[in-house]
């Protein structure tokens, strides 16, 4: 399948501070990028949409300008938690959704990062 | 607003067990359903069922769409401790953002 990775695995940062995630498709173009977010034992979250070169649609209670995402390729998505704080602490998984050998249009989940804010 | 439902929310079965995990969905725009198995990190890919495609089996897996009945189910047959997971059941509807239900804790004891 399909291969979608994320940088870092595991990031602790203090709070007020600005943290990085990035997701890159590895061996396909994503058309399409999802970020969600996993609180424990809850399940997946949508958080938003971005599309290649354009604005990201966030979902409804997400804050567009804590959690900014770029999309500025059709193979890496970032997502920036601005001004942390402990209750962004959270598990943050992209998936990548693009035409593959093997499935066309199939969505592929990168490894996710562990979050947490002190 | 778009529902995915899962049962049960866990579940405790002897290795060699069959289990039947559940999924229902109130969705606009249906265009699949998806089955992932999520042990300590991101969900891996089990199943994708669509209207084109309703049933699917792989080894001791298999899962069946049933599109008048808003449902999916996903079979695990001879159990293993192995198997013992978190199921998620997701839809993708319009837009293709994955909708997800909350899961099935699946623990299989030796």
């Known amino acids: 399948g399909a291969v979608v990775s994320q940088h870092p695995s595991r990031v602790i940062c203090k709070s007020g501070t600005s943290v990085k995630i990035e997701c890159r498709s590895l061996d396909f173009q994503a058309t399409t990028m999802f970020w969600y977010r996993q609180f424990p034992k809850q399940s997946l979250m949508l958080m938003a949409t971005s599309n290649e070169g354009s604005k990201a649609t966030y979902e409804q209670g997400v804050e567009k300008d804590k959690f900014l995402i770029n999309h500025a390729s059709l193979t890496l998505s970032t997502l920036t938690v601005t001004s942390a704080h402990p209750e962004d602490s959270s598990f943050y998984i992209c998936?990548?959704?693009?035409?593959?050998?093997?499935?066309?249009?199939?969505?592929?989940f990168g490894p996710g990062t562990r979050l947490t804010v002190t | 607003e778009d529902k995915v439902v899962q049962s049960p929310l866990s579940l405790v079965v002897h290795e060699g067990d069959t289990v039947t995990l559940n999924c229902s969905y109130e969705v606009t725009n249906f265009r699949s359903l998806l089955w992932y198995k999520q042990e300590k990190k991101a969900p891996t890919f089990l199943f994708m069922l669509?209207?084109?495609?309703i049933e699917k089996k792989s080894g001791r897996l298999s899962s069946i769409l049933d599109k008048k009945e808003l449902s999916s189910i996903l079979n695990i047959t001879a159990t293993q401790t192995g198997d013992s997971a978190i199921y998620l059941c997701?839809?993708?509807?319009?837009?293709?953002?994955?909708?997800f239900g909350k899961g099935t804790s699946l623990l299989v004891t030796p």
């Open positions: 997701a839809v993708e509807a319009s837009g293709y953002a994955l909708n």
């Open positions: 669509t209207s084109s495609g």
């Open positions: 998936s990548a959704r693009g035409e593959t050998r093997g499935s066309p249009y199939e969505q592929y």
